[in-house]
């Protein structure tokens, strides 16, 4: 949840630093071509940057990609490729109707951390780390599974039941009855 939290603060910071730069230099040259259409945004006024450009303030760097919008640390997509610094960083990226985050190498490699959309908020990973964790008030929770287990004894009291038991039911000669997607706690 920190993470989160830190990559909206993050965020925040960027677009107000961009909008303080846009403010004291609305009348000099920037990446792009500057429009000196100052009715629509007050005197803050309009920039365009070209498919393939992007606007950079320190290391934080919004680009954009076709459908897409990206903010990142030490990287942006050039409209084909990710050019970066060789610096860890993170990316929020704007898809259509989704948010994404990740984290990259600095070299276009990236790792999915999570992804908020029309469906809802989805935690994970796209390379092959941990378990993804979500916290919630300092208390961790994984994905895990609940696996009920029986016995062909007839007896009715030859249930077992367990997180992530398979193995230990199939090895005790129970059939698994069900498998049931949990959070458990870390």
Known sequence: MGDTKNIVVFLIIAVLLVGVYVFF?????????????????GQFGNILVNQGGYIQVGRAVLSSGGDY????????F???????SGQLGSLIQLERQNINFYTHNGYGSHEMLASIG?????????GARDTPRLWFNDVCFKPRRLVKCYSDSGNEDDHMTG???????QGAGY????????????
């Open 69 to 76: 919008a990206h903010l990142a640390t030490g990287e942006y």
């Open 25 to 41: 230099n609305r009348n000099s040259s920037v990446t792009g071509e500057v429009i000196g259409n100052y009715g629509e945004l």
């Open 163 to 169: 997180i992530d038991n398979e193995a230990e039911c």
């Open 118 to 126: 029309y469906s809802g908020l989805r935690l994970g990973y796209s």
């Open 175 to 186: 059939r698994i009855e069900s498998v049931t997607p949990i959070l458990a706690q870390c």
């Open 78 to 84: 050039d409209g084909s490729r990710w050019r970066g």
